[in-house]
């Protein structure tokens, strides 16, 4: 048989939903007639595109397990009209065992399977819980070429590509699930022009992109050629197909130079990532829009702006609930915040519930100072209201806390932390305030709301309170932000000695301070809403600490 010269790729880097086995078939389908418009040879998919990624423990269900399998057979079966083939990639039982698959799907049938090798065990990652690990897979030949489709983890080691092109493999696909976080394009670059080098074989990266429950995937999937050059690169946070066209000469194979979009960075992609989380988050699970506490602050300024760049305006409500506390300044700076972003705006009051609360306890109370206590009453009394009006209206509550305040549990449980997600949750609060100057000088794309300043600039630059007493700041209690926060990265995503976030430059009882509220804050950070990942370790998945915990280093 006359081996073929070119071919055609359909790279679909697009949102599935975890468990919507058939929606995802369909949006398959959907992504295959449009390979066939595009006269394609084989359409490819993202790793578990069928349960989408990362399904956890669904796959210990053998009636997901067999709707998967359903659904792959069903689109082997569409393959008898002739059209392009499709690589696909769901959870496979076989022999008592249960793999990440890839298959190949073509004239009508499964024609090949190859099992996901290193599976990942760390951070958000818990494989090794659910999959047993394939063996070395050898290539698959694909319309006369011979193809290897390691999956995602198998490219940052060498071992499965090393297999792969020792045993006659002529082009790397390379189907993924790999979550956004901040800097991964760089750490993703490097590893696929490692295994380029290695193997002297061109690369075609593809990953899925949307929300997924705390994970945003970025999708920027693209195309590397046998020397490491970039061929093509596809947009991040955004679903599209796109053609990729392979040539054979005498050297091998060639990707010919396509599209290459910009990918954005930075502050930017932070950003985004927020915002592609949320509306993922709101729109997977049927929310009709979101509710939240507008409080003139900037916590709470950026988290509007977010929701109406994913959902629109009109989905967001926001709700200023004033206190004997709330400044002039504050009922000011919210109304415009409110007005600049086009949301519904209400104002309710809370001195009739905070007071009844007070009341019904004063005779317990008698003889006590006021403290603390009265301060989350008036917390948890806006939290219960903003609870009320999404069980009226159906709309999900927000929570606007961010990640300094969550380090240091500068929040109140059953109050400003009530509700169903957080997108600035991995964002420390200098994060926050180098956004919020980004997004009033962009409009990033695929956003939903309106282009300039969209959070008043007094809300930027006043200084930051909870306004839970008279003449209060956040600075009362806690460091200036940009010395917590530096303590605190150190902390968390550097796991550093005491003595040596010391050695930066920091006060001694400042930082031991900071590390003490750092550990007995964990059993409200174990009650918190799920909020988007951007950070190397967000609290989470990638942060497991035990809440009975009295170890504190002592340097």
């Known amino acids: 048989m006359t081996r073929p010269d070119t071919l055609r790729i359909a790279l679909a880097q697009i949102n599935p939903i975890v468990g919507d086995i058939a929606g995802n078939l369909a949006k398959a389908r959907a992504a295959r007639a449009t390979a066939a418009s595009g006269q394609a040879d084989v359409v490819m998919f993202s790793e578990l595109f069928l349960s989408a990624y990362s399904p956890e423990d669904l796959v210990l269900k ?76 050898g290539p698959i030949v694909l319309r006369g070429v011979r193809v290897g489709v390691p999956i995602c983890e198998d490219i940052w080691g060498p071992d499965p590509v090393e297999c792969i092109a020792e045993t006659g493999g002529e082009i790397l696909l390379v189907p993924n699930g790999s979550p956004f976080r901040r800097r991964v394009m760089d750490q993703r670059f490097n590893v696929a022009v490692a295994r380029v080098k290695e193997s002297g074989l061109p690369l075609v990266y593809l990953n899925q992109v949307g929300g997924q429950d705390e994970l945003v995937f970025d999708g920027a ?30 050297g091998g194979w060639r990707c010919i130079e396509g599209p290459k979009a910009r990918v954005e960075e930075g502050d930017e992609a932070d950003y985004l990532a927020c915002v592609v989380g949320l509306r993922d988050y709101v729109g997977k699970n049927g929310f009709p829009g979101v509710v939240l506490g507008l409080s003139g602050g900037i916590d709470s300024a950026l988290v509007a702006a977010i929701a109406v760049d994913a959902l629109g ?113 991995d964002l420390y609060k200098t994060q926050v305030f180098r956004i919020s100057h980004f997004r009033n000088a962009n409009l990033p794309e695929g956003c939903l709301g309106p282009s300039g300043e969209v959070i008043p600039e007094r809300i930027i630059t006043k200084p930051p309170t909870a306004e839970l007493r008279e003449n209060q700041t956040d600075q009362d209690s806690l460091p200036p932000y940009d010395v917590l926060d530096d303590i605190l990265e150190s902390l968390v995503e550097g796991e550093m000695r005491v003595g040596d976030v010391i050695a930066r430059g920091h006060d001694e009882a400042t930082v031991k301070r900071v590390e003490h509220l750092l550990a007995i804050a964990e059993y409200k950070r174990r009650q918190a809403a799920p909020g988007v990942k951007i950070s190397r370790r967000n609290f989470g998945r990638d942060r497991r600490y035990p809440i009975t915990n009295k170890f504190r280093d002592r340097a």
């Open 62 to 137: 053998p009636a997901f397990q067999e709707a998967c399998r359903a659904a792959c057979e069903a689109i082997a079966a569409d393959t008898a009209d002739g059209g392009p083939a499709v690589l696909i990639g769901l959870p496979w039982a076989q022999d008592g065992e249960l793999y990440n698959a890839y298959a190949l799907c073509d004239n009508g049938r499964i024609e090949a399977v190859r099992f996901k090798v290193d599976l990942p065990n760390y951070g958000v990652f818990d494989e090794k819980r659910v999959f047993t690990p394939g063996p070395h897979p």
């Open 221 to 250: 999937s693209f195309v590397l050629n046998a020397d490491g050059s970039l061929a093509v690169q596809l947009p991040a946070f955004r679903e599209t197909v796109e053609f990729v066209d392979f040539a054979r000469d005498e």
């Open 313 to 425: 305006a009109k989905r967001v409500h926001c709700v200023m609930l004033p206190y004997r506390y709330t400044s002039q300044d504050s009922l000011v700076d919210a109304k415009a915040c409110a007005e600049k972003l086009g949301v519904r705006y209400d104002i309710v009051p809370i001195a009739e519930p905070v007071e009844g609360f007070m009341h019904a306890l004063a005779p317990m109370f008698a003889g006590k100072a006021a403290d603390i206590t009265e301060e989350n009453l008036q917390s948890r009394a806006r939290g219960t209201i903003l609870m009320a009006i999404s069980n009226k209206f159906g709309a999900m509550v927000v929570t606007t806390g961010n990640k300094s305040e969550m380090s240091v549990g500068y929040a109140t449980l059953y109050g400003d932390m009530n509700g169903g997600f957080n997108p600035i949750k």
